[in-house]
Nanobody, 124 residues
Framework: QVQLVESGGGLVQAGGSLRLSCAAS????????IGWFRQAPGKEREFVAA????????YCIDSVKGRFTISRDNAKNTVYLQMNSLKPEDTAVYYC?????????????????WGQGTQVTVSS
């Protein structure tokens, strides 16, 4: 069973940057695709970005392209989400999750283990 802990959230002004970290315990982490999702108040949880087990293949939604970058360091059992040029609409609780396989996935149902989330608040 993989356990995930997100960190790096906080309050930032529009245009600022944050780097989220997702630290994992468990042997299957390095062989699994990892995803980042977010959930704003009153909205459904949505996919943001994902990375395959090698770190060579990534995917993200159009609204964050050019601003967010997902990466991983398997030696540290950690996945990162670098967020630049933040906007108020990026405000949400951000979650990382372990995929059911080694590729990257975009659906909630494709993930099996979730962290507790970290709050990101972007002020205008």
């Amino acid at each position: 069973q993989v356990q995930l802990v997100e960190s790096g959230g906080g309050l930032v002004q529009a245009g600022g940057s944050l780097r989220l970290s997702c630290a994992a315990s468990g042997r299957t982490f390095t062989a699994s695709g990892i995803g980042w999702f977010r959930q704003a108040p009153g909205k459904e949880r949505e996919f943001v970005a994902a990375i395959d087990w090698t770190g060579d293949n990534t995917y993200c939604i159009d609204s964050v392209k050019g601003r967010f970058t997902i990466s991983r360091d398997n030696a540290k059992n950690t996945v990162y989400l670098q967020m630049n040029s933040l906007k108020p609409e990026d405000t949400a609780v951000y979650y990382c999750a372990v995929g059911r396989g080694s590729y990257y996935y975009t659906g909630l149902q494709d993930y099996k283990s979730w962290g507790q989330g970290t709050q990101v608040t972007v002020s205008s």
